[in-house]
């Protein structure tokens, strides 16, 4: 995948769910993966020509496990000009030695998330943006249907009240083969995952259901983002028709250049 896909399809989706306002200050949840790597290298990019100014950080949380390198993380926010904040903690101590959870996900997703969080409002920063793509989304539908027994999945954007920050997931449109591509035409420095249940996660389970469903039933996943973006979940933001958008936006440059030109006639 080429860059300017990449930039395709992050701006679609966020005009499609106003996820970005002018002055917003964005911090990208980078975990050394691919996903949030790639999101890192869209939105160091898209904030150059987008409509709406913005600032951009990178979060990192560190487990501390004590086996993981963040260098080549480093090395390529100083490429994009981001500035890179590594946020220290024991999560994986706790996790698997003091609590030693039999189901770790739940628990290290909510400690990274309150670390996240906790750094970002002290950076002053008021948007999350998490490395979520499409796959993500589908698959977490059939996680909830299968192990809670609801239909919910993440949203394009989504107000923490009580933290008064705004997630996003710019990444929504794009699927885990994408990502993967550009991962791998850039050259994106990728850090293994040290978590110890890495890969034998429900996550995982669902993951490999899927693709089987997918590979006996051609096009089953397609189908079943479309259902979820016209599904009207709870807590998703009603879409905005891009193409209105931009004519809005065409017709405020033209009325601020006739405002402008009148101004220098009466000057003059």
């Known amino acids: 995948m080429k ?21 917003d200050k964005i911090a990208v949840g980078v975990s050394g ?25 990178a979060l990192s949380v560190d487990l501390g496990f004590g086996i993981q390198n963040f260098d080549k993380i480093k090395e390529l926010c100083d490429e994009l000009s981001v500035p890179l904040t590594i946020i220290p903690t024991e999560i994986g101590k706790i996790v698997f030695e003091d609590r030693k959870e039999t189901n770790p996900c739940s628990l290290c997703a909510k400690m990274r998330k309150g670390a996240l969080n906790e750094t970002a409002k002290e950076h002053g920063i008021n948007v999350i943006a998490y490395g979520h793509h499409k796959d993500d989304i589908i698959e977490t539908m059939i996680m909830s249907l299968i192990f809670e027994g609801r239909i919910h999945t993440f949203s394009p954007r989504t107000y923490l009240d009580r933290t008064e920050l705004t997630v996003i997931r710019p990444l929504m449109f794009m699927n885990e083969i994408d990502v993967i591509g550009f991962k791998n035409k850039y050259n994106l420095p990728v850090c293994k995952n040290p978590c110890p249940a890495d890969g034998v ?21 397609d189908r079943m983002f479309t259902a979820i973006l016209n599904g009207n979940l709870s807590g998703w933001p009603e879409a905005i028709d891009v193409a209105t958008l931009r004519e809005k936006r065409n017709e405020e440059k033209r ?10 006639q009466k000057l003059s």
Do not use: C, W
């Open 255 to 264: 009325k601020a250049k006739e405002a402008k030109e009148n101004g220098e």
């Open 3 to 23: 860059l300017q896909q990449l930039y395709s399809y992050v701006r679609r989706a966020v005009e499609q769910y106003d996820m970005i306002k002018d002055g």
């Open 33 to 57: 993966g691919k996903d949030s790597l790639t999101l890192l290298y869209a939105l160091s990019g898209l904030r150059r020509f987008y409509p709406n100014h913005f600032e951009l950080e």
């Open 201 to 221: 996660t429900k996550r995982e389970y669902v993951k490999n259901l899927l693709s089987s469903i997918n590979h006996e039933n051609p096009g089953a996943k």
